[in-house]
Structure formats: C-alpha cells, structure tokens
C-alpha cells in the first residue's frame, strides 16, 4: 500500500475494523458528537470571544432576573448578566478543567499502574496500598480538602481533580499491564535482552492504551461533574468567571423566581456529562467487549 | 474564655486575645462545613464553627414543625426563625452579635439608648457627671430583683466591671481608663475616670458591661447568665434552639407580654422565610432583601425594616502596592458605581455611604456627598499613580455575606472598564479573620461593622490607628487627634463638628475604607403582633413590648 508508510497493513487492518465497529455503535457516535460540538463551541469562543453576544461579567443591575427573551435567550442572572452568554463561556472552563485534570491523571496513574503492574513484588504492593488508601475517601471529599488546604482557585482546583483521579487510572493501568505482562511477546523482549523502559513504552503502554482510553473518557465526565460540584461549594472556580456549578451556586436562590438562572447551566452539566459518559460506554463497548474495565 | 469557636458579626467586637483564640478554634476544624455556608446571610454565619455543619439549612431545622407542634400551641409564645446560631451566652466575652441579641432580654446595663438616640437611666435611676468629667456617680434602682432572687446592689455593678477589667473580656479597653470604683452604699456606683472620656457611657449601654449577680462575676466563664431582664434563660441547644421564658418579679410591673420565646436557629435565609411564609414561625429577622416588596404588599405580614443596622466598605490595604497610593485608591473609588452596588445587593433597601458616621445622627456631615463614577477621573488618578495601564489587585470576599459577594462582583465589572482587574476570591469568615483582618496579607476586601449609636463605633475602632479593628494600615497623625479630642467631649453639640471634620478628611484623604452602603434590618411577623422589637441601635432585639393581640 502506498498511501501510508506509518502504518503497517496489519495496523490499517486493525484500525479499520475499529473504526467500523465504532460506528456501528450509536451511543459512541452520539457521545462523540456531542464532545465534537462542545469542543468545537470552546475553541470558537476562545479564540473569538466577542462571537457571545454580551460579555459575561457585565452586570445590568435594572434589567436583573429577566425572563428568556429575543435580546437574551436564556435569561438574565441576578446581576443582569447574560445567562446565554455566560452558559457559552463556561463550556471552556468545563472542558479545560477535565480535559487538564485527566491528562495529569492519566500521565500519572499510567506511570504508576504499568510500573506497578510490570515489575509487581514490592513496588507494586506499596504503590497500589497507596493508592487503595486515597481511593477509600469519596472523592468529593478528597478533593474538598485538598482545595480547602490550598485555596480555591481554578489551577487548585484542576491539581485537585487529577490526584483524586489518579488511583482510579492507575488501577487499569495496573491490571492492564499484568495481563500484557504475561504474554509472549514480552517474554520474547526479555529473551531479547531489551531494557525495561524499552518493554515498558515499546511493548506494555501501546497495549494497555484501550481500556485507558475507556477509564479516561468516562472519567473526565466525572471531573466536570466535580468541577461544578466544587464551584457550587464555592472552592473552585471564583466569580466572576462562569463556571457553570458556580453559576448554579449564586442562582439556587432564585429558584423559585427565575428558574432560569439555574436551569440551562445544569442543562449544560447534564449534556456534557451525558457526551462523555456516552462516548466512553461507546468505546468500552468496542475496545473491551468482555467488560474488564473498572469504573 | 471567648467562646471561641462563635459566629461573628463582622461587628466583631473581640479584644486581642479573644480573636486569637477564636482563629485557634477555627484552625483546627477542618473547613468542610463550607457547604452551609452558600445560603449565608450579611449577618455573618460564621464556618469558624468547624465541622458541626449547621450551615446546610435543613440538618439542625427539620424539626421546625415537628418539634413545637406550630405557632399557635402555646398561647403568648413568640416562634422567632433566627439567622445567626447563638453560641455562648457570657456577655462580657462572647463578641458574636448573635448573642448580644438575645442577652439583650435577659441582663441589662446601667444605662440603654432610647429611640431618640439618648442615653437614657435604666438600672441606674439617674446619674451625674463631675464639672471635670472624670466623676460619673450612678443611683441605682431599688426594687430590682435577679432571675435567681437576690436584689440587686451596687456590690453586683462593682463586680461585674471588675469581671471585665481583671478577666481581660471584649471591654476591658475602657475599664483601663476607669482609675477607681467605689459603692458608698448600696444603691450608689461611683467610677472615677483617669482622663475624661465620652464614649464610657454609650458603652455602659451595651451587653459587653451588663450586670451579673456578684456571686456569678466570680466565675471564669457563663454558661447560663443570671440578670435582671425580663426574661430569664431556660435552654439552648447550639445550632438548633434557644429559649428564654418571662421573669415574674420583672422591676417593670407591665412587662414583658410574652410568656416565652423560642429562637430556632435556621441559618438559610431562604429555608427561614420559607418556613415563615409556611406558618410555622412568628417572627423573623434578617429577611433576603429581594423578598422586601413582597413581604411589603403581603396583608397579613408585618413587614419591620430599620435602618441602619450595618455599613459595608471596600477596605484596601495602604501598606502595600498598589493601595499604598491615594491615587490608585481613588482610581478605583471612581470606578465604581456605588448607588449600583447598592441595588445589586440590597435590592435598594440600603442607603449609599458617605462616612462612618451613622445616618440621620448628629455627627452625621449635612452635606458630604459620595464620590460619583467617573472613569476619566479615574483614569487620571492611574496615571497619577504610576499605572496608566490599570493594576491586578486580589480582591478577598467573605462568602457567606451574600450581599458582599454580590457587590464585589458589580465593583470587579466597573473597575475593569478602567483597567483595574480584580481577582475576587471567596474566603471563609475565620479565613478572612486570619489572613485578612489579623495577618493583614491581603489587597483590597469587602467587610462591615454595626452602625452602634455612638460616634467611637464608626470613627475610632476601624480607623484610628490604635482602634480595636483597624487593620487596613491607614494611619493619619491629624485624623488620630481629631479623633481622640472628639473623645474627651461629652456634649455632642461640641463634638459632632470634630466628627464632620474627621469624615472630609477621611474623604479628601481617600483612608483605606471606601465606603459602599448601610444595610437595614429587615423582619417580618405574621399580623398580630405589635410592639418595637428592634432596639434603637439596630444591633439587638428587645422582646418586652411584643405582644399578641
């Protein structure tokens, strides 16, 4: 084939039939096409901010709480702000806290499991013990307390996030790599004499990376779910950045009267989380069919 | 001795020491009890109470219902749907508000403030001051009698204000200028004065110098108080209920009406009203000022609003960049749109600030006006400063005070358009307490104090160097004279101009706290009920005239 020289024909083979399978599976496609259009509304607002049309921290105290309109579609908060507006910006502050917080998870709890899973004995115990011990307190309070020791801060937050997360990588990561631990091709790069790093990145990672790929899509689901979470406590992200959990935190009050304050940033939460619980069931379907996966 | 783990007003009115301890307490609970914290009101709930968790609104208040049976089981019993937990019940060392609110009803001072905003004779029946001012002699009342029996004498008055000078409590800074005490007989109190002092006899008026039975003065710490007001303590249980019931051999024959009041303590603003508008309260305080109008036009509501309880500023700290500059204070006192803020946070139930100096009051400047927006006023003073471009500056919040966390985030979107950004971070209260108010690690904050019906309360405690709250680092040689002269005045015809000067200079000189607006007291009963429940300084409830027609 001349099309491509990175890839072997074996390879292509192996990417195509998960490409099918992929898209055979309509909760995958739904989910990616939700993340597609979040991601996409992220980056257009990032690089062009002025597309919303209000900024989101002017405050227009006479025309507060007002109702869904032509001039705001989803309202106005109980400072006048543009709920519309403000929904649209959160969406970066969403994805960039769970997409950073996972990768530093992955990053990490990869290191950890694969080491921990390929030269087992000791290393393995102490570190897994170690993680056992931070997985046992729920991670809202893991993260609740590490927040409250530093200060509450968006970059606080995210550290926050990707250490509550990384016992949870770590385990797949783990098990992952005991598995292909165990199999010949490995025993055939020993028989080799390669090193261990050679094994560990050349041979053990690219076989763990479905199940992590799983793990990691339905994981950052739960990092936005405890973003907003921690906003609404008021230790993550700070006013007046539209965080949407901080938006549900100043607008539960309002409740009663302008509903609307608080309705479309959980719609909001609702239809992220939806998109990446949906794309990682997706990808559990078709990378892991015999559901090794932990959650 | 400072019940330290209390809620505080940011009036708080804490000595050195009892602050300390306080912040140990809060320390060492693990800040997780934020959660409640998010339905805080401007009266301060404070986290400082660690894990106890009171602050979710429902845990300590399930059993509004259930528990009393509703309003009307008992006949001249008063519901009363509390904002702010009572924590310890010592007058003289416990410096929450929340406290001070209730031992209102249950001891008394020599002297009170009156509605017209004069001391007026209370358990002293008269008093009179030497041509030197340094000699205040008091008649005591004689037929007063103590919640456990014993009459009250001059012994009882002596010792109390010996209890607040040797146990160090939040007035002890006063009795440091009383240089000897002495009861001729029985129903007479002398207090000689080392220099004269004016602010001495509104201070008599509040719970810090109320009267305690001599024998319960010798005691370190009360838990249960024994006065002379009308109504006595029966029970508390913290962060849930407090109630007090009548005292029969009241001195006053007539009063008071009710037979009990039961405060339940419902932290939420909004569980509180709600539960109110449900019918299981009688009476609440600290309404959320956007339910105002409602509660207005409602028939069988009586809807109580007295102003001014509270005065909220925009504190910045003058020894550090970029405050350390009048022109960048000025620049962002510009910026901003006080009247805005205001009715961002109040609802317009307040009343833009102009000085410390109490609306309506004698001492009160006749023609100050506040500072109006003007961004290119603004934008010159930057430029005078030194930052043509604008400045970051942190901006540290107390979250639990909905109204500030509101106007912070008016004052960060009209500063911004001049190019001063503020990063506003929502701390706890013992946070604030902490790094703010004690390390003074901070660059500009928002907080507020009790407006207190005597000038001291405004003028010197948060401003003068030397004052109990100053802790914004603005310190003025001319302001700290003007300040003290106006101490040793007792007629206020003389005094109130020194207190007009004070409040240009604090103005012209632009001091470290800019000032943002007064805060009323809203309540609300069902119909019914009649009688004043606030008392005149807005700080304290008085249930003695309440009664149920």
């Known amino acids: ?159 926050a996030l990707a250490f509550v997360y990384t016992p949870f990588i770590a385990r797949v990561a783990r098990s992952a790599a005991l598995s292909v631990r165990n199999e010949s091709y490995i025993e055939a790069a020993v028989a080799r004499g390669e090193s261990d790093t050679y094994i560990i990145f050349r041979e053990v990672l690219p076989n763990c990376v479905g199940p992590l790929l799983v793990q990691g899509s339905i994981n950052i689901a739960f990092t936005m779910l405890l973003e907003a979470s921690l906003s609404f406590l008021g230790l993550g992200v700070q006013p007046p950045r539209p965080s ?44 892991d069919p015999k559901g090794e996966i932990i959650e | 001795m400072a019940t330290p783990n209390s809620s505080q007003d940011a009036s708080l009115s804490s000595t050195k020491s009892s602050r300390r301890l306080f912040m140990k307490a809060a320390a060492s609970g693990i800040p997780i009890a934020f959660a409640g914290c998010v339905g805080g009101d401007d009266s301060g709930n404070g986290n400082g109470n660690g894990g106890n968790g009171n602050g979710n609104g429902n845990g300590g208040n399930g059993d509004v219902s259930s528990g009393n049976g509703g309003v009307s089981d008992e006949a001249n019993a008063l519901l009363w749907g509390g904002s702010v937990p009572v924590q310890s019940l010592d007058p003289h060392f416990e410096s929450a508000a929340a406290t001070a609110r209730v031992l209102e009803n249950i001891t008394q001072g020599l002297l009170r403030v009156n509605w017209d905003y004069e001391l007026e004779p209370f358990l002293a029946e008269s008093w009179e001051t030497s041509d030197d001012n340094l000699e205040i002699t008091f008649s005591l009342r004689e037929d007063v009698v103590f919640h456990d029996g014993t009459e009250f004498t001059s012994e009882d008055v002596i010792e109390s204000f010996r209890r607040i000078d ?254 001063i950004e503020l990063d506003i971070q929502l701390i706890t209260w013992s946070n604030w307490l902490s790094d703010v108010y004690s390390d003074q690690n901070f660059q500009a904050t928002t907080s507020s104090y009790l407006a207190l019906w005597f000038p001291d309360a405004g003028f010197h405690r948060p401003l003068h160097s030397d004052g109990a709250f100053f802790f914004t680092g603005w310190e003025d040689e001319e302001y700290n004279e003007l300040v003290e002269e106006a101490r040793t005045l007792y007629d206020m015809e003389e005094r109130a101009p020194l207190y007009h000067e004070a409040a240009e200079m604090l103005k012209e000189r632009r001091s470290g706290h800019i000032m943002l607006y007064w805060t009323p007291t809203l309540m609300a009963r069902h119909n019914g009920y009649t009688g004043e429940v606030m008392s005149p300084d807005g700080s304290t409830f008085r249930f003695e005239d309440t009664q149920l027609e």
């Open chain 2, 166 to 419: 040797e146990g160090e409590a939040i007035a002890a800074g006063y009795m440091d200028r009383v240089a000897s005490m002495s009861t001729p007989d029985d129903y007479t109190f002398v207090m000689e004065l080392s220099e004269p002092f004016a602010p001495m006899l509104f201070r008599l008026a509040t719970s810090d110098m109320h009267i305690l039975t001599a024998e319960q003065a010798q005691q370190d710490s009360i838990d249960e108080p024994i006065g002379t007001g009308p109504f006595q303590f029966e029970s508390i249980e913290i962060d849930s209920e407090f109630v007090m019931t009548k005292f029969d051999d009241y001195w006053d024959d007539d009063l008071p009406y009710l037979d009990k009041v039961t405060k339940l303590e419902i932290s939420d603003d909004d569980n509180r009203l709600n539960t109110f508008q449900a019918g299981e309260l009688d009476f609440i305080n600290d309404v959320p000022p956007r339910h105002a109008e409602d509660l207005e036009d409602d028939p069988d509501v009586d809807f109580i609003n007295r102003f001014p309880k509270s005065l909220v500023y925009l504190g910045v700290n003058c020894n550090e960049e970029p405050f350390d500059s009048r022109d960048a204070r000025l620049a962002l006192e510009y910026a901003i749109d006080k009247q805005e803020v205001m009715e961002a946070a109040l609802y317009g139930q307040g009343q833009v600030a102009t000085s410390p100096a109490t609306p309506g009051s004698q001492w009160e400047h006749p023609s100050l006006e506040p500072r109006e927006q003007d961004f290119e006023k603004a934008q010159e003073h930057l430029e005078a400063a030194g930052y043509p471009d604008g400045f970051e500056a942190t901006f540290q919040i107390p979250e639990q005070y909905n109204d500030q966390v509101t106007a912070a985030q008016v004052i960060e979107a009209s500063a911004a358009q001049v190019g």
């Open chain 1, 1 to 159: 084939m001349s099309t491509s020289t990175w890839l072997t024909t074996e390879q292509k083979a192996h990417y195509g039939r998960f490409l099918r399978q992929f898209r055979r599976n309509q909760k995958a496609v739904i989910g990616l096409g939700i993340v597609v259009s979040l991601f996409v509304i992220a980056i257009v607002t990032y690089f062009a901010p002025e597309i919303v049309p209000y900024d989101p921290s002017a405050t227009d105290v006479p025309n507060r709480e007002a109702a869904p309109s032509l001039q705001h579609p989803m309202g106005t908060d109980d400072l006048g702000r543009d709920v519309f507006s403000r929904v649209v910006l959160g969406t970066q502050i969403s994805l960039y806290v769970g997409f950073v917080s996972i990768s530093a998870a992955m990053i990490m709890g990869t290191t950890i499991g694969v080491v921990a899973g390929y030269y087992q004995g000791l290393i393995d115990e102490s570190l897994m013990r170690l993680m056992d011990a931070m997985m046992s307190f729920p991670p809202i309070l893991l993260a609740l307390t590490i927040v409250a020791v530093m200060e509450p801060s968006l970059n606080n937050v995210i550290i």
């Open chain 1, 244 to 287: 949407w959990g901080l938006m549900i935190n100043s607008g539960w009050a309002y409740m009663g009267d302008a509903p609307w304050i608080v309705l479309f940033p959980a719609a909001a939460i609702a239809t992220a989380v939806i998109g990446f619980n949906l794309l990682g069931d997706g990808l559990r379907d078709v990378l």
